[in-house]
């Protein structure tokens, strides 16, 4: 499951990530729409707590989802092996009585006594691993949103403060970040994929069970941007995945 969320996070510092808290947002009917931001170290600390929140919530979500189908299997399971053992150790009693299983000196229902013993402790070992699989450890998730989100602002951390631009045009977004009074191309990307929005940012999954976002607007959402966004199949989640 590590691997799974080192993916995650290498898939994450891949992407180039503004902020904001101070947003501005101007278009022309016909033109595109420009979101702008003024992006500080408060603004950041904020996001990042916001998105920290976000992520805990899609990972437990995700986690109900992968563990629910099996729950019942992994609670049942303890029961089955018990009593199969239970029943082997019977069977093995019944043919100590009734003469045994002798072979080159070794008696082999004694050894199969031995076994479903065996077995039989196994399954209270499975119950405590199940209880562990079955709930969640609220700090080792939190810790890992808490990594994702620091990665997805890393890049924003290190240049703040800045001011960051986004074009919306079309079916695609480019975003610009100026520092020091020079304004560079960041990236630019196409609009596509299921939105989740929060205070202050935007994020694109590729699927509305995803959680390292395909890109990042950190301005804060309106009607104007989400209008947008819809216009180019960019609809939030149901409210059951989000």
């Not at 053992?85 to 093995?92: P, R």
Request: proline fraction near 5%; aromatic fraction near 10%.
């Amino acid at each position: 499951m590590i691997h799974v969320f080192d993916a995650y996070i290498d898939s994450m510092n891949e992407i180039i990530d503004p902020l904001n808290i101070h947003t501005r947002e101007t278009a022309s009917p016909a033109g595109p729409l420009l979101l702008r931001s003024t992006i500080d170290s408060a603004s950041i600390g904020r996001l990042e707590e916001a998105l920290t929140d976000l992520f805990y919530g899609r990972l437990l979500e995700d986690r109900r989802r992968r563990f629910g189908r099996a729950e019942g299997l992994i609670r049942t399971q303890p029961k089955i092996v018990l009593w199969l053992s239970v029943t082997g150790i019977l069977v093995a009693l019944g043919l100590a009585m009734t003469g045994g299983l002798p072979y080159q000196g070794y008696r082999l229902e004694l050894l199969f006594a031995l076994f479903f013993a065996a077995t039989g402790m196994l399954s209270f070992l499975l119950t405590r691993c199940h209880r562990w699989l079955i709930t969640p450890s609220p700090s080792f998730w939190r810790s890992i949103a808490k990594k994702l989100a620091r990665n997805l602002l890393k890049a924003a951390r290190e240049a703040a403060p800045f001011d960051a631009e986004y074009t919306l045009d079309g079916d695609s977004v480019t975003y610009f970040r100026t520092v020091n009074g020079v304004k560079k191309v960041a990236w630019q990307r196409p609009l596509r994929g299921r939105r989740v929005s929060g205070a202050g940012f935007t994020l694109l999954l590729n699927d509305e069970r995803a959680i390292a976002p395909s890109l990042i607007i950190l301005h804060q959402p309106s009607a104007e941007m989400d209008a947008w966004l819809d216009r180019h199949g960019c609809f939030a989640p149901s409210v059951e995945q989000v």
